[in-house]
């Protein structure tokens, strides 16, 4: 059982950064891909950003592409999102989640239901 812990949320004005960070309570670096999901107010939880388990391979959404970094640090156990430019739009519930997967699979990677582990979720508020 991984449990996953998200910190890094808060309020910012549009156009600002925040680092959202995840600490796995094992090592998640061989086996497990790790993901960033958000849930606005009223819609589906949506993909956001997701890496592969060795950090060589990650993918984003459209809506995020050239804003949002995904990272991890598997001696640490961590996976970060850093967020720049941020838009009112982007405001949401951030879920970091994780999923066995050893090798780099791009569907698998941004499909919610693959998804075995999430954490609780922080919120992101962006005023405009």
């Known amino acids: 059982q991984v449990q996953l812990v998200e910190s890094g949320g808060g309020l910012v004005q549009a156009g600002g950064s925040l680092r959202l960070s995840c600490a796995a309570s094992?090592?998640?670096?061989?086996?497990?891909?790790m993901g960033w999901f958000r849930q606005a107010p009223g819609k589906e939880r949506e993909f956001v950003a997701a890496i592969s388990w060795s950090g060589g391979r990650a993918d984003y959404a459209d809506s995020v592409k050239g804003r949002f970094t995904i990272s991890r640090d598997n001696a640490k156990n961590t996976v970060d999102l850093q967020m720049n430019s941020l838009k009112p739009e982007d405001t949401a519930v951030y879920y970091c989640?994780?999923?066995?997967?050893?090798?780099?699979?791009?569907?698998?990677?941004?499909?919610?239901?693959?998804?075995?582990?999430w954490g609780q979720g922080t919120q992101v508020t962006v005023s405009s």
């Open positions: 094992e090592r998640t670096g061989t086996n497990y891909a």
């Open positions: 989640a994780a999923q066995r997967l050893s090798v780099y699979i791009g569907a698998f990677l941004k499909n919610i239901k693959r998804y075995d582990y």
